[in-house]
């Protein structure tokens, strides 16, 4: 497959639960999307093909949704795993969240080249990905040089990304109230994708 070549993806399907079964799954495909996809492409701009939730049959009974750019999609994943794993979940998952934890810097370090990126939209998704990784103590820092970004997005028009900027800055104890308000929504740009994160986009 080239980068101009379009693919279906079973993934990003909604689910009730955060960390469930597929707990341990999902520390090591945040790993390989650390050290392979974004780090090491088979090609240049790989994570740049167009890509597509649904099924032929989806597509052909349903019609066919808007593809999405498979970077969107691994930053939206990555955003959604992240903020499930700041939460507290019992069943003995706690091994595999703090796993996934122990990822959170270099996770940072893979996305926070994106926040240049010549696509607006990916660059909103990297900002939106970096957020949830910001609860890390050793990361807490980066709020201060990354605020005024945050605080852009979450006054911006026609993105899908405003209410992640919004929560976040109500998290920092900011003062939220000059920004338009929206029914809280845990839908991302390109995947449509809506509740906890399930698998990722390859």
């Given at each position: 497959?080239?980068?101009?070549?379009s693919?279906?993806?079973?993934t990003?399907?909604?689910?009730?639960?955060?960390?469930?079964?597929?707990?341990?799954?999902?520390?090591?495909?945040?790993?390989?999307?650390?050290?392979?996809?974004?780090?090491?492409?088979?090609w240049?701009?790989?994570?740049?093909?167009?890509?597509?939730?649904?099924?032929?049959?989806?597509?052909?009974?349903?019609?066919?949704?808007?593809?999405?750019?498979?970077?969107?999609?691994?930053?939206?994943?990555?955003?959604?795993?992240?903020?499930?794993?700041?939460?507290e979940?019992?069943?003995?998952?706690?091994?595999?969240?703090?796993?996934?934890?122990?990822l959170?810097?270099?996770?940072?370090d893979?996305?926070?080249?994106?926040?240049?990126d010549?696509?607006?939209?990916?660059?909103?998704?990297?900002?939106?990905?970096?957020?949830?990784?910001?609860?890390?103590?050793?990361?807490?820092?980066?709020?201060?040089?990354?605020?005024?970004?945050?605080?852009?997005?979450?006054?911006?028009?026609?993105?899908?990304?405003?209410?992640?900027?919004?929560?976040?800055?109500?998290?920092?104890?900011e003062?939220?109230?000059?920004?338009?308000?929206?029914?809280?929504?845990?839908?991302?740009?390109?995947?449509?994708?809506?509740?906890?994160?399930?698998?990722?986009?390859?």
């Amino acid at each position: 497959m080239t980068p101009e070549e379009s693919t279906h993806i079973d993934t990003f399907t909604g689910t009730t639960s955060s960390f469930s079964r597929t707990a341990s799954a999902k520390v090591a495909a945040a790993t390989v999307v650390r050290q392979s996809v974004f780090a090491r492409a088979p090609w240049p701009d790989a994570t740049l093909a167009k890509v597509t939730t649904q099924t032929a049959w989806e597509a052909a009974h349903f019609g066919e949704k808007p593809r999405f750019l498979l970077r969107i999609g691994l930053l939206d994943w990555l955003g959604r795993t992240a903020a499930d794993a700041n939460e507290e979940v019992p069943g003995g998952l706690q091994a595999d969240i703090e796993a996934f934890r122990a990822l959170r810097p270099a996770l940072h370090d893979v996305i926070r080249p994106f926040l240049t990126d010549d696509e607006r939209q990916i660059r909103e998704a990297a900002l939106a990905a970096l957020l949830p990784l910001l609860t890390a103590p050793e990361l807490a820092h980066h709020r201060a040089d990354l605020r005024d970004a945050v605080r852009a997005l979450a006054a911006a028009e026609a993105t899908p990304y405003r209410h992640h900027a919004v929560g976040a800055l109500a998290s920092w104890d900011e003062d939220t109230t000059s920004f338009p308000q929206e029914p809280n929504s845990a839908t991302d740009a390109g995947t449509g994708a809506e509740g906890f994160a399930e698998d990722p986009p390859f």
